[in-house]
Structures are given as structure tokens and as C-alpha cells.
């Protein structure tokens, strides 16, 4: 039913995050389907602001989040469930849209985020990834 699976991983809340990613590895395994692992470094928003970080910040950043992207999915992706790694650079919800035309997924797996008054029932980016996906949405509290 599922060839392609896009998961959206926040590693900022890892340990958050591994129930999401098991949903998905039980999905892959369930369909023979690939994993495509993905997880966003956010840009600043606002030139002036990145003018505060030094020179080639967000490029180690990106380094940086690929390698932590790579040791968590080592531990939490069976070696017989096949997948890859993304690391996008931007606006979350944008990028993880973005990224599922890209790799012709069927399906989206992401966190909803702790609700809280502002988002009441789920986080503003899961919320815009399912009011804008053109693929099912698999949202895990």
C-alpha cells in the first residue's frame, strides 16, 4: 500500500520522537516500503539575524544535525528496513512538503507536538503539513 514512507524527525526532541519512528519502521515493514528519514535545521528567518552567527554557521549546523540524524537512526532502524537520510534547511512544514513530492511518497509520519494554548490540538507544523499535504498524514501523539 505504501512504497515510500516520508518520517519527520525532531531532533531537538529525540527521545520524543522514537515512538514516531517506530510507527513508521512497523509501517516499512509492514509494506515493504522505504523509509525516508528527514529532519530540519529551521533558517533565521531574517537576514539580520543570521548576520549574529559567525561565517558558515548554518552549513556546520546542517553537518552537525546530518551526523545526529544518522547515529539515531542507526539506533532505532532495524538494518533490514531500508531508508535514507535527509537533512532539510528552512521552514519545517515547507521543507518536509517539499521533500515528500521529491521522493514520491505515499505517506507522511510525523510528531504532534505537546499542545499548548496556541496550538491547542496539534503543533502549527503538523498542522500545516496535514491541512497541505496532497498524500495521507500519519500525525502520533
Same mark, same amino acid.
Given at each position: ?85 535527509? %537533512?532539510? /534547511?528552512? #521552514? +519545517?512544514?515547507?521543507?518536509?512538503? &517539499? ?30 503539513? %496535514?491541512? /497541505?499535504? #496532497? +498524500?495521507?498524514?500519519?500525525?502520533? &501523539?
Amino acid at each position: 500500500m505504501y512504497k515510500d514512507i516520508l518520517v519527520s524527525i525532531d531532533l531537538g526532541h529525540a527521545e520524543d520522537e522514537v515512538r514516531t519512528l517506530q510507527t513508521a519502521v512497523d509501517y516499512a515493514r509492514t509494506f515493504g516500503s522505504r523509509l525516508h528519514v528527514m529532519t530540519v535545521v529551521p533558517d533565521y528567518g531574517m537576514s539580520i539575524v543570521g548576520g549574529f552567527f559567525p561565517k558558515g554557521h548554518e552549513q556546520e549546523a546542517i553537518e552537525h544535525t546530518n551526523e545526529t540524524l544518522h547515529a539515531f537512526t542507526k539506533k532505532h532502524v532495524p538494518a533490514e528496513i531500508k531508508h535514507r537520510h535527509i %537533512v532539510g /534547511h528552512g #521552514s +519545517i512544514y515547507r521543507e518536509i512538503l &517539499r521533500y515528500s513530492k521529491e521522493v514520491k511518497a505515499d505517506l507522511i509520519v510525523l510528531t504532534a507536538a505537546r499542545p499548548s494554548p496556541e496550538d491547542y490540538l496539534i503543533g502549527p507544523n503538523a498542522a500545516r503539513v %496535514v491541512r /497541505h499535504a #496532497s +498524500i495521507s498524514v500519519l500525525v502520533v &501523539r
